[in-house]
């Protein structure tokens, strides 16, 4: 069975800071990876995904994660937050062809002036 | 439509009372997810619709819970006697051809069991 650790449940950052958003996984085979954002009173929004390929992978609203096969990590980043940032954010992981992600516990981004 | 509709947006019950919860998917999604989010916790599949092939139930937590998916399209997740631990968001995302990279999330019928 696959789980997901997000190794911080809070992480209060000031506007234009980098923050880091900790995953670690625990898989034995390959794996998809994903990062969502869910805004308050919002259904889930894809960030970005890895599927193969780089391990350095993009996504929207400028934030990127890195694939760790080695650490089983993929810790998501953003260089400068603001104040719309303020989300709760979600790692996911499902095994390759198939339809199940399994969801960490999720993190809170609150962002401060 | 747009993009997954769920209803209602808020639902408060009494205990023991059963309540039914809609998802309308994406037009021409034939994948159908249910999931639970519960505070401090992350999301829990609950069960997944395909087309015309059986569903998977795996996730479903006791036989109180039920769902069904009509003509392809609309589910209802169905909880009958609810208890307080029921409690939580209820996530709907649909797909196309179950494609778990492009999984769209509905804004989730928020239940409080009083």
């Known amino acids: 069975a696959q789980s997901v650790t997000q190794l911080d449940s809070q992480v209060p950052v000031f506007e234009e800071a980098p923050v880091e958003l900790r995953c670690n996984y625990s898989?034995?085979?390959?794996?998809?990876l994903f990062w969502y954002v869910q805004y308050p009173n919002q259904g889930l929004q894809l960030l970005l995904k890895y599927l193969s390929g780089s391990t350095l992978v993009k996504g929207i609203n400028g934030f990127e994660a890195e694939f760790n096969k080695s650490q089983t990590s993929f810790h998501l980043r953003k260089p400068s937050v603001h104040i719309s940032d303020t989300a709760e954010y979600f790692c996911a992981v499902s095994y390759q062809n198939d339809y199940k992600l399994s969801f960490g516990a999720g993190t809170t981004v609150t962002v401060r002036a | 439509g747009a993009g997954v509709s769920q209803s209602p947006s808020n639902k408060v019950t009494e205990k023991g009372k059963d309540v039914e919860l809609r998802c309308d998917p994406i037009s021409g999604h034939t994948a159908l997810y249910w999931y639970r989010q519960s505070l401090g916790q992350g999301l829990e599949f609950l069960i997944y619709?395909?087309?015309?092939?059986?569903?998977?139930k795996s996730g479903l937590p006791s036989d109180r819970f039920s769902a069904e998916r009509t003509g392809g399209s609309v589910s209802t997740l169905t909880i009958q006697r609810t208890q307080q631990e029921d409690s939580a968001v209820y996530l709907c995302?649909?797909?196309?051809?179950?494609?778990?990279?492009?999984?769209?999330f509905g804004s989730g019928t928020q239940l409080s069991v009083l």
């Open positions: 995302a649909s797909s196309q051809t179950g494609s778990i990279e492009k999984l769209f």
């Open positions: 898989s034995s085979v390959s794996v998809y």
């Open positions: 619709f395909q087309g015309n092939s059986a569903p998977d």
